[in-house]
């Protein structure tokens, strides 16, 4: 859709969603913003490729469900707190705050790539949970490898380990329960990203949706 038919049908519909008819979705009123491609994605810690950690826990979709990886220190204990945590691709920082409970300090990127398969633009979202410091900012563009965050324990709850999540579906953002437990919708990070470590790379930066989240409670995302 060419941009200025897409803000011409925003206007009409936020219009009529002032006089209280009928409110658009946020499908309708998402905002976009342009971003490079990723050229492949390495691992969140150890980078590039995890050296010197190891996974205690993967992706489980059953029940006890675990929706993504855990990855610990190979020296065991709390020996990878305050560890470096890093962009697994280039992309757009989509949230970055304290979301308290089980959570604790979370940064969510998302991606643009192109499926090596089937030759589309597709997007993902990670999600970096229990961190110990947040080093970027909402709406930040990352670069592979940067830094975004250390290892923590969510202010004592648990051993430090990072809980590192990858989604095919964008709009989950921290109500995991919103989207079905299948592979449509998660990916299994650690399959992910060796699959695709390096990928060719248009110049052209694309379109990337923003505003995709279902709010959650005092904290603000992309
Ligand atoms: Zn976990």
Redesign the pocket.
């Known amino acids: 859709m060419k941009r200025g038919v897409g803000n011409a049908i925003r206007t009409v519909l936020w219009g009529i969603c002032a006089v209280g008819w009928l409110c658009p979705g946020p499908a309708v009123m998402a905002a976009e913003i342009t971003i490079p491609l990723a050229d492949g994605f390495d691992f969140p810690v150890g980078k590039p490729n995890a050296e010197g950690y190891y996974r205690s ?1 993967g992706l489980r979709l059953r029940p006890p469900r ?5 990855w610990n220190g190979r020296a065991g204990g709390n020996s990878d707190l305050g560890a470096p945590v890093y962009a697994i691709g280039d992309g757009i920082v989509t949230l970055a705050a304290n979301a308290r409970g089980a959570w604790g300090n979370v940064v969510m990127t998302r991606h643009a790539y192109r499926d090596p398969s089937s030759g589309k633009v597709r997007y993902i979202d990670t999600l970096n ?2 961190l110990d410091r947040i080093l970027i900012r909402l709406g930040e563009r990352v670069k592979r490898g940067q830094l975004i965050g250390t290892i923590g324990t969510n202010s004592g709850m648990y051993p430090a ?1 990072l ?2 999540e990858i989604r095919h579906n964008i709009r989950i953002g921290l109500h995991r329960e919103s989207a079905p437990p299948t592979l449509e919708h998660w990916a299994d990070p650690t399959a992910f990203i060796e699959g695709h470590r390096r990928l060719s790379r248009d110049r052209r930066p694309v379109p990337v949706p923003l505003n995709a989240y279902q709010p959650y409670p005092g904290v603000k995302g992309l």
């Open positions: 826990r675990h929706m993504g990886d855990d949970g229990h380990h809980h590192f």
